[in-house]
């Protein structure tokens, strides 16, 4: 019997080197070898198909000491892509979903409070007409 595999929910640790002869960015097929310039990402957040800036990892494992082969999904087109990306494309990717994510917190915080302070005053406005009676509770 199989068991499935489970994604890995651990995001890539950085590390402060990238091999030698091995460019920022690069793809690699298998066996590790270079797919070429053509394949080599600037950013791996931006999608390859529709250029939208919300791609994020479904899941990651190591491929040696500075390489991690990553499966990214675009939300906004739902392509999807595997890789083998090095250690420096993997920090940049890392860096702009600390970004996102701060950004989400922070409209979060904001909605939170506009939509209680809404409530706080529709139920100030409601006691003030004594619209609330104690057999509401």
């Known amino acids: 019997m199989e068991s499935e595999k489970q994604p ?30 053509a394949c080599a990402p600037a950013q791996l957040h931006i999608c390859f198909h529709c250029a939208g800036e919300l791609v994020y990892p479904l899941d990651w494992s190591e491929e040696g000491p500075r390489h991690w082969r990553i ?9 999807r892509r595997e890789g083998v990306f090095d250690q420096t494309a993997v920090e940049r990717l890392d860096d702009e979903l600390d970004r996102g994510s701060s950004a989400l917190l922070g409209d979060l915080r904001r909605m939170t409070h506009a939509n209680m302070s809404e409530e706080i005053e529709f139920f100030a406005r409601a006691l003030d007409a004594d619209l609330i009676l104690p057999s509401d509770f």
């Open 8 to 37: 890995n929910t651990q995001r890539p640790q950085r590390a402060d080197r990238r091999p030698a002869g091995k460019p920022a960015g690069a793809v690699y097929g298998a066996g590790g070898k270079a797919a070429g310039d």
């Open 71 to 79: 499966v990214l999904r675009c939300p906004e087109c739902e392509s």
